[in-house]
């Protein structure tokens, strides 16, 4: 008896451990993120209500295809995840998990999502959906190492989720579709840099090239993150004049934005890691609360 609980305790333990394991590969979170931006760009579309069941089928879809590209990512990287500190337990770099199962379920996870955004939604969202995920696993992956172009390349699978939210909702590439790619674009290069800057050692060891200058953290870095801030105010108009979204959200993505410039303005002024991981930080609140309050605020 005692020996049958033991080997089901056993059990229950590798069970919970193997789901660790994909959480970690999918990289739960920052999926999650991607994906939240894709919902709200889908109910920010005209004439779309809460739909719960809609809505969670989206969500599934997004965060198998975002997963997708997330495993190919570690099984890619998993030599040089080994070598940086925040990196190195991820499940292929550590060896819990191998580079074929890691594939497997890329495969899988990508096929199908892809799948439901096409049965559920419609052919454009599903083909945008699988245009980013190889964009993501096989074009910036491994450009990450070569210059730092990458992070350009990468903007355009980061921001994609939003297109991909707006078509499924409209089943056209509309101008709304646009303006949240465009914001979403924007942002990821203060963000990024912020996190590239944090952590440029791990990176450099790692052989990553992922700042603006080969010198590292440096000047021109930080006017880089305060230029891309200041574009994205002019961005933050558009969802108000082409009528998405009320004058409440207007003010309030501003504040947001103004407040992006500021924090790049004293990453530009201090030049200190204290200073980018505020920019870092800020900018994870500046998405959440700017999508929130387009969603909240909208007009059609």
Aim: proline share 3%.
């Amino acid at each position: 008896m005692q020996e049958n609980k033991t080997i089901a305790n056993s059990t229950s333990f590798a069970l919970a451990s193997k789901v660790k394991d994909y959480f970690q590969l999918i990289k739960f979170t920052l999926s999650f993120m991607v994906v939240f931006s894709t919902v709200v760009s889908y109910l920010l579309a005209p004439n779309i209500r809460f739909d719960l069941i809609q809505v969670l089928l989206l969500f599934i879809a997004g965060m198998l295809i975002t997963g997708s590209a997330n495993s190919i990512n570690q099984a890619f990287e998993k030599d040089t995840d080994a070598v940086m500190k925040r990196t190195a337990k991820r499940p292929v770099a550590s060896g819990r998990m191998t580079v074929t199962e890691a594939y497997t379920f890329a495969f899988v996870s990508g096929l199908l999502g892809v799948s439901m955004m096409w049965y559920f939604f419609n052919f454009q969202s599903a083909m945008l959906g699988l245009f980013c995920l190889f964009l993501y696993g096989f074009i910036y992956t491994p450009l990450k190492k070569i210059n730092s172009i990458a992070v350009l390349v990468g903007a355009l699978p980061g921001a994609l989720p939003c297109l991909i939210g707006w078509v499924a909702a409209t089943d056209e590439f509309s101008a709304g579709g646009w303006i949240l790619f465009a914001i979403q674009f924007l942002w990821q290069f203060p963000h990024f840099w912020a996190i590239a800057w944090v952590a440029h050692q791990d990176y450099t060891k790692a052989g990553f090239k992922l700042l603006p200058s080969d010198k590292g953290p440096t000047k021109f870095t930080a006017l880089q993150s305060v230029m891309y801030s200041v574009m994205m105010i002019p961005i933050g108009i558009l969802p108000h004049y082409y009528d998405m979204s009320g004058l409440v959200s207007l003010w309030i993505v501003l504040a947001c934005n103004l407040c992006m410039v500021y924090l790049s303005i004293v990453l530009y002024i201090k030049m200190d890691v204290a200073s980018a991981r505020k920019v870092m930080f800020g900018s994870y609140f500046y998405l959440m609360i700017v999508f929130l309050s387009l969603y909240a605020d909208k007009l059609r």
